[in-house]
DNA sequence: CGCCTAATCTTGACTGATTCCAGAATAGCG
DNA sequence: CGCTATTCTGGAATCAGTCAAGATTAGGCG
């Protein structure tokens, strides 16, 4: 995967933290942002976490991550995007698992009543208990 | 509507700070903490954050209501329960509201491959603008 | 190739929601 | 009415995330 071509695709610049960090939600789906932090700096030590947090937003309003944030959850970030797929969370231990839209496009489903709500996004997030945990 | 018995039925304690956080969640819907805290105030101005924060947890717990927290929101409350409906929120200004579901009893959506979890809710929020934002 | 400037990064303080804790108050049983 | 576990008060602490000022650097331009 050629990050900096990605970057430089985005209209962003490229420099050593946004590769690494680039890198690590590509490595690490569904990490929060100290997990990121943890992993970045194995490659480069010295990376601030703010460095990293200006990355992860500007990663994510140049729609080359997604964040979520299940209820109760802190940030998280994945790098599968443009495909609007949904998660399972586990409520006993928090593991994050894909499920694939079985609708298409975003947003894949209708409101009953929108309420005059113009929608852009259904997000969907299931809740259960993952192997591990029953 | 009488608090007191609604709390009794789910082996609660009846406490003045419960009978008006309950009150003040019923007339607020997808009210934040702090204006829970503010509006129980009006009545019980000596009230700690504390109390109202335990006896959101406790009232959460007993299903007498609900949190919801969309990403980047602070964790609201409602008073709707039993029912599984969804909301959309508002991307500008935050504004939640309201979605019958249209399909029935949670989960009320199947996951196309649960990857081995026993699923027990499908939450589902809808983003976009609402009327007075858009 | 090297300069220039805006974008990015570092450092460190700060905020705001929520939790933790210890001691005082109280609901509700007997 | 008194007892005890539950709940409440007050205040400190935590933790993710943000703010701000000054140093560094990417990348366009000559």
């Known amino acids: 995967m050629d990050f900096q071509q990605l970057l430089r695709g985005a209209a962003l610049r490229v420099t050593r933290p946004r590769v690494a960090v680039l890198s690590a939600v590509h490595t690490h789906p569904h990490a929060d942002t100290?997990?990121?932090i943890g992993a970045v700096r194995r490659d480069l030590p010295e990376v601030s976490h703010q460095a990293v947090y200006n990355t992860l937003h500007a990663l994510t309003a140049a729609r080359l991550v997604r964040?979520?944030?299940p209820a109760g959850s802190v940030a998280r970030y994945e790098a599968r995007v443009g495909d609007n797929h949904h998660?399972?969370?586990c409520r006993s231990c928090g593991l994050?698992?894909?499920?694939?839209c079985a609708v298409g496009e975003a947003p894949c489903l209708e409101a009953s009543d929108d309420s005059g709500f113009s929608i852009d996004e259904a997000?969907?997030?299931?809740w259960g208990q993952c192997p591990a945990c029953s």
Do not use: Y
């Open 96 to 100: 994050i698992a894909d499920v694939d």
């Open 123 to 126: 997000e969907v997030v299931f």
């Open 67 to 69: 964040r979520i944030q």
């Open 87 to 89: 998660h399972i969370v």
């Open 34 to 36: 100290d997990s990121i």
